[in-house]
């Protein structure tokens, strides 16, 4: 094994350099520096800047290196190639050692091998150096006092970099399948260029009120002897469904009906189709549901056309909910003053807007499937699994 502190040197960065610095100096001459900071996006930088004669700040120059991410992303790594950068406080650049690379005859080539090998290889432990709280730190000391690699060993370094290249072509591969599924999908004409007319949209929904009193001790409480049972959702995507309870006078719920499930914290303004039953919410969701009036008006004869329609306002509504939830203080979406105050297309069923809404569906559980596999493919990656 070799010690961390054998194979790299750190450079710091420095808590001057802001945008004001950038800005400062913007129209200085002479060698510009890209400014990196806490991203692990190449294409993120805070500017370029050319310095002062004066300044005396650590600077990376004509270098392959690594940029190790401070606090935030504590510990996430990304490969830098040959250039001129200077770095703010939140972010360390790790570059080899003249003796570690004089040692092993690592020349130009190998060298972006080894570092890219060792974000693949090692990313994961190395992201173990941070602190677990909100403002997430990597402890620089820690790693350069503790941490080992295996010994260096040129045919395993070149089988793991090949790998890395093939996992990059499968990537990419991905990546052009999602731009084409994205551009099909627009290419759909939009649901709601089947109506031109609008309606308010107290006049359309209904809603069921969320219940605080849904605790895990109060489903837990309300869940001893059930007799008539209620399904309440959460305001989670990943465990929709939180629990069964009785139905009692002192809860909000619904009975025998579709609804549109809505997140109101957290997550906000995140819609689910909901098939028709008898459900309740915790204090971080809303439903919302066709009134009776308006399922006439919208020629809604059976249960099938009511979801069709229930479809096309979640679709319609998504983004709608999503850009309000954004201009909230604390990512909470004012379902009910937005039923209240806003106007909505008037969907009616017909056989085109069930076909626009099918192939929205079909589009869009493709897209969500590649994506559980590129997440997969992620994950896989960040844990260092090496496929023999």
Known sequence: MIAIKEVFKCSSGSSDITEEFIYQRIKNTGIKYKVLSSSVLDSTSLGYVALNKDDKYNTFENQYG???????NAGEMRFIDKGNYITNDHAYILTLKPDFKEKYKIDEMKEIMFLKYFIYTYGFETKKYSTNNDNSTWNKTSFFKYFEIEDYNEKK??????QMQDNEKIKESIDIIKRRLEFLRKKIISIDEYTKEIIDMNK??????????LSEEGIYNRSLDIKEPVI???GSTDNLIYGKISKSDDIHYIENKQVLHVITRGKA?????????????NTNAF???????????ACINNDYEEKVVLKAFQIYLQPVFYEMSSNADVSVLPLTEIIKNIKIPLFKYSKEIEKSVLQIEKYDFLRNQIQK??????NLSKKNVIFE
């Open 373 to 378: 596999q590129v997440n997969l493919f992620e």
């Open 66 to 72: 690594i940029l190790v991410v401070r606090n935030g």
């Open 204 to 213: 359309v929904f209904d809603y069921c009120s969320r219940n605080d009193c």
């Open 232 to 234: 309440v959702l959460s």
């Open 157 to 162: 370094i070149e089988k793991v970099f090949k």
């Open 287 to 297: 439903m919302i549901y066709l009134k009776d009036d308006y399922k006439k008006d």
């Open 269 to 281: 303004g995140k819609i689910t189709y909901i098939e028709k039953g008898d459900y309740a919410t």
